[in-house]
């Protein structure tokens, strides 16, 4: 038995009229009855095409803002029936209900209103009632009725009905319900989590997300993995937000590593100074700030030149043609940036496979939001990491307090560790990072580890002795013991900052004193598994 299905009636209403008109002229060319609502049924006449209004099926007009027009069985009937079933094709006889072959339907928008920052009250009537029920219900009924949720299947639909005069398979159909079953739930993932942000629930009894696929990747953090990038949730400018101005397509690991480089970048306020963070494989091998992007490129490079061969570069001020220049010096994988001069983005041309991209603006630190982590069986959903060392009264615990110099970086190496991942020691002076240790069982290795980036780049620079002298230190989380305190001081830091909160805090500050070393205490950690 042939799974094709005839279309002779299409049903559409949809909120995005892109492409509708000349999809509807294609339809009704080919001898389908077309019937529509309110806006789009107006689109449809003012383009001079045969349309029905939906309340001659319904025999009820539009009513309640439009709230009410479709739900009625007149529809969900025609959606629903069965028509290889004799009680369904009796039901509809009986009732004078008449098959929907075809129904095209995309969503109030109700994503779009709440990225505008609309009241309650206009997000409200933005959400979609009527168009959700007939595309669950035509994609529950896919053995005969296709369902359209994305303007980008007009075009399949319409290459499927001229191959088969007429008809649609069951694979297109099968595949369209699919997308109509994803899209509802995306929709009614972000209106919960919109109810669940308004009602102050950091825990609701039931979580969903949903995205929209913004293209296949050739494969995930390995070859063997497959894998997809997806937009959606929060408005939020970053890598899945950007407009890619040039470059080859961007990997798994690139999205994850641009994604960290502009977080991190973005905790430094532009109109205060420019900064530069330079990521590989998750985490910053350099961070600077300076008067000028070249010069803070150039302070962030020098922490770790070796590391920063392949790696992201983010910036919190549009790209300028002379912070370019110095960038395409060292091959790079992404550039990411609120904006870019056309001078700049000439410069960076001539690297073909440079990806370039631009985001419109800086995510701000402190803003709500959501972290997500899948694992076995579940996911583990947190709230972003929103706290800034601007905002921390920090608590000097030793008997030296640091001087201004050593309080500025103390404040500048805290927001770069809160980026880089647990266990987290970072060295920095002058603005900029010298050594970074990251990711280590024992915070104490970390800190060797870091001590000895240091000691590599003052190598790589020419300079007499590790840039960690005279340098200060920042932990992401306390000191478990003084042996980790001292492990700072043999790197020649002057000054350390830390969440403190260890019950053997009292040894870490008698250590301090013992070597002559500020200590300020912030009162928050940033663990980052």
């Known amino acids: 038995m042939s799974d094709l299905r005839r279309v002779s009636r299409a049903l559409l209403s949809v909120s995005d009229k892109a492409g509708l008109v000349p999809c509807a002229a294609a339809l009704a060319g080919r001898g389908v009855e077309l019937v529509s609502t309110g806006g789009t049924r107006a689109a449809l006449a003012a383009a001079g095409l045969p349309v029905r209004d939906v309340s001659e099926l319904t025999g009820y007009p539009e009513m309640m803002d439009g709230r009410v027009k479709t739900l009625h069985p007149a529809v969900h009937g025609g959606l629903l029936a069965v028509r290889s079933n004799p009680e369904h094709a009796a039901a509809m006889a009986a009732h004078g209900i008449g098959p929907i072959d075809l129904l095209v339907v995309n969503l109030y928008p109700f994503e779009e209103s709440v990225a505008a920052g609309l009241d309650d009250g206009a997000c409200l009537e933005n959400i979609d009632i009527g168009g959700p029920a007939m595309i669950r219900a035509a994609a529950k009924n896919h053995a005969d009725v296709a369902v359209v949720v994305d ?29 109509a079953y994803a899209r509802t739930a995306s929709y009614d993932a972000a209106i919960s989590n919109w109810l669940a942000r308004r009602l102050g629930e950091d825990n609701p009894r039931h979580r969903a997300f949903g995205g929209r696929l913004a293209e296949p990747m050739r494969y995930g953090e390995n070859p063997h993995q497959a894998a997809g990038f997806y937009r959606g949730g929060e408005a939020r400018p970053g890598v899945a937000t950007a407009r890619q101005v ?32 330079i990521v590989k494989h998750a985490n910053p091998c350099g961070a600077a700030e300076g008067a000028t992007l070249a010069e803070a490129y150039g302070k962030a490079l020098r922490c770790d030149p070796v590391s920063a061969f392949g790696g992201i570069v983010a910036l919190n001020r549009p790209l300028d043609a002379e912070a370019a220049r110095r960038i395409v010096e060292v091959f790079t994988e992404v550039i990411i940036a609120p904006e870019a001069d056309e001078e700049a983005m000439a410069i960076v041309a001539a690297k073909k496979n440079l990806r370039l991209l631009l985001t419109g603006g800086l995510p701000d630190p402190r803003a709500p939001g959501l972290s997500v982590r899948s694992v076995a069986g579940g996911l583990l959903v947190q709230g972003r990491d929103g706290a800034v060392v601007d905002d921390m009264e920090l608590t000097v615990v030793t008997r030296r307090a640091p001087n201004a110099a050593e309080l500025a970086d103390l404040r500048f190496a805290f927001r770069v560790a809160k980026h880089v991942r647990s266990n987290a020691i970072v060295y920095a002076r002058d603005g900029a990072t010298v050594g970074i ?35 200060v230190v920042a932990s992401d989380a306390f000191f478990p013991c003084p042996a980790g305190r001292r492990g700072a001081a043999v790197g020649g830091a002057t000054a350390v900052i830390q969440p403190g909160g260890s019950m053997r805090d009292d040894d870490v500050i008698a250590a301090a004193d013992e070597a002559g070393l500020a200590m300020v205490f912030t009162g928050h950690r940033h663990f980052r598994h």
């Open 151 to 179: 303007v980008a299947d007009y075009g399949p639909v319409l290459a499927e009905l001229d191959r088969h005069d007429g008809s649609l398979g069951g694979d297109l159909r099968r595949r369209l319900a699919g997308n």
């Open 246 to 277: 040039q470059g080859k397509q961007l990997s798994y690991n690139n999205v994850a590593d641009t994604d960290a480089a502009f977080e991190c970048v973005a905790e430094f306020d532009p109109g205060r100074t420019a900064a530069i963070v």
């Open 437 to 471: 240790g990251a990711g280590q069982m024992s915070r104490v290795d970390s800190s060797r580890i870091a001590a000895w980036k240091a000691g590599e780049a003052a190598r790589a620079a020419g300079a007499p002795e590790s840039l960690a002298v005279g340098s």
